[in-house]
């Protein structure tokens, strides 16, 4: 079964604005990734925080974890139609392999120019 | 090189038919994985590879065999598929376990219809 549960499935903005999508999982992790996926294309990584960590950047992203409530957000500042994407979360188990990911059913976001 | 390569980039098949898809990293990778995605559906796990081993098979049909001939290639051999196994096949790899935190680098897929 599907570990984790993005939200919203669909995601709608106008260039410039920020997109948030959070992601919610049933189990303890290891840590906690973020993919983009152009539209039938293989999935690119963005961003990994683990499982003792609470907030991370790159660039325009900004991923937080909070582990008491087993949820992550992913927010995209100053959004580009080029972001125009789904986005999907995945999990890596603790107590095993972290090589095992279990991705969440994704958010499709469109930036409109 | 972060590069995952994947051939062909389409395949049509019939149902009686035998063929296979290839992957191929250069990253010193020992995890190397096969996904299954439908379409607006995330992608399904299908095997590990780990150190050129099969170390997960997630319950797939007989119908699919993957083989993994060195550290840097992976095959799923394909035969007798039906037409609900046309979906995208996603290739990814990882350095592998015993690694404290794993990234994914997916190739670009082999989108398949099976008609």
């Known amino acids: 079964s599907q570990q984790g549960e993005e939200d919203p499935q669909a995601l709608s903005i106008q260039e410039g604005e920020n997109a948030t999508m959070n992601c919610s999982y049933k189990?303890?992790?290891?840590?906690l990734q973020w993919y983009r996926q152009n539209s039938g294309r293989g999935l690119v990584h963005l961003i990994l925080?683990?499982?003792?960590?609470r907030e991370k950047h790159s660039g325009r992203l900004r991923v937080t974890l909070d582990t008491s409530k087993k949820s992550s957000s992913l927010l995209i500042t100053a959004s580009r139609a080029a972001d125009t994407a789904s986005y999907f979360c995945a999990t890596g188990p603790s107590g095993a392999g972290s090589y095992q990911l279990t991705f969440g059913k994704g958010t499709k976001l469109s930036v409109i120019p | 090189d972060t590069e995952v390569t994947q051939t062909p980039k389409h395949l049509v098949m019939g149902m009686t038919n035998k063929k296979s898809l290839k992957c191929e990293q250069h990253?010193?990778?020992?995890?190397m994985y096969w996904y299954k995605q439908k379409a607006k559906k995330p992608p399904e796990l299908m095997f590990v590879?780990?150190?050129?081993?099969?170390?997960i098979n997630e319950s797939v049909p007989s119908r699919f065999s993957p083989e993994c001939p060195n550290s840097s290639l992976l095959n799923l051999h394909l035969h007798a598929l039906q037409p609900e196994d046309s979906a995208l096949y996603l290739c990814a790899s990882s350095q592998g376990p015993g690694t404290a935190t794993d990234t994914q680098y997916f190739g670009p897929g082999t989108r398949l219809t099976v008609l």
């Open positions: 189990t303890s992790i290891n840590n």
């Open positions: 925080i683990r499982s003792n960590e």
């Open positions: 990253m010193g990778h020992r995890a």
């Open positions: 590879y780990s150190y050129e081993k099969l170390s």
